[in-house]
């Protein structure tokens, strides 16, 4: 089945802690994408991949890192995690970088950090 | 800069009635236009898109909406919604973006919650 997965699904986490959000799809998308979801502001891009080894700033890139290492993975890692990146985060891709594309959205990750 | 605003952020209506889901866009350059919806628990899946041509699209779910251009707008309508239609609703648009590719401009959302 084609998907986008995520992992973990649910982390409660304290501030400063390390973690990482997985994201994997097996469609061979050349575009990923990080968004997070916060209540009244819709969806707002993080981080985004053109292909391997290509990666640049949505609009809210502070706090977070990624790597596109392989075409099919784009972790998410917040080095230093605070309150303030409580949120609902998904991953996406598509299958080319045109205007007009699709995007395939995970089920999200739901991170509080306390 | 482009932005998409969502008219209602919560619509509450009866199974069976009509519904519209208001969205309108600012632009100063052609867009690309898009519905999203989020079933509880779940990822967001295309409902339907606005690309080129015929300016009334039809969607999954028998959902359809409307382009207008002079209006700046793309509202999302039903005929007769049912119980499962229960959701947030996502307009978006595609914007020219540096580098030669386009990135997806969400709205706030707009939760339709159909009651029996």
């Known amino acids: 089945e084609a998907q986008v997965t995520q992992n973990p699904r649910y982390l409660i986490t304290v501030t400063g802690k390390k973690l990482t959000v997985t994201c994997s799809q097996n469609?061979?998308?050349?575009?990923m994408s990080w968004y997070r979801q916060d209540p009244g502001l819709g969806l707002r891009q993080i981080y985004y991949s053109m292909n391997v080894e290509v990666t640049d700033k949505g609009d809210v890139p502070e706090g977070y890192k990624v790597s596109r290492k392989e075409k099919r993975n784009f972790p998410l890692i917040l080095e230093s995690p605070s309150p303030n990146q409580t949120s609902l985060y998904f991953c996406?891709?598509?299958?080319?970088?045109?205007?007009?594309?699709?995007?395939?959205f995970g089920p999200g990750t739901r991170l509080l950090v306390l | 800069a482009q932005s998409v605003t969502q008219l209602d952020s919560q619509v509450p209506v009866f199974e069976e009635a009509p519904v519209e889901l208001r969205c309108n866009y600012s632009s100063s350059v052609s867009v690309y236009l898009f519905w999203y919806v989020q079933y509880p628990n779940q990822g967001l899946q295309l409902l339907l898109k606005?690309?080129?041509?015929?300016?009334l699209v039809k969607g999954i779910n028998g959902f359809e909406a409307e382009f207008n251009k002079s209006q700046t707008s793309f509202h999302l309508r039903k005929p007769s919604v049912h119980i499962s239609d229960t959701a947030e609703y996502f307009c978006?648009?595609?914007?020219?973006?540096?580098?030669?590719?386009?990135?997806?401009?969400f709205g706030a959302g707009t939760r339709l919650a159909v009651h029996p």
């Open positions: 606005y690309l080129s041509g015929s300016t």
């Open positions: 996406a891709s598509s299958p080319a970088l045109g205007s007009g594309e699709t995007q395939y």
């Open positions: 469609m061979n998308h050349e575009y």
């Open positions: 978006a648009v595609s914007a020219p973006f540096s580098g030669g590719y386009n990135k997806l401009i």
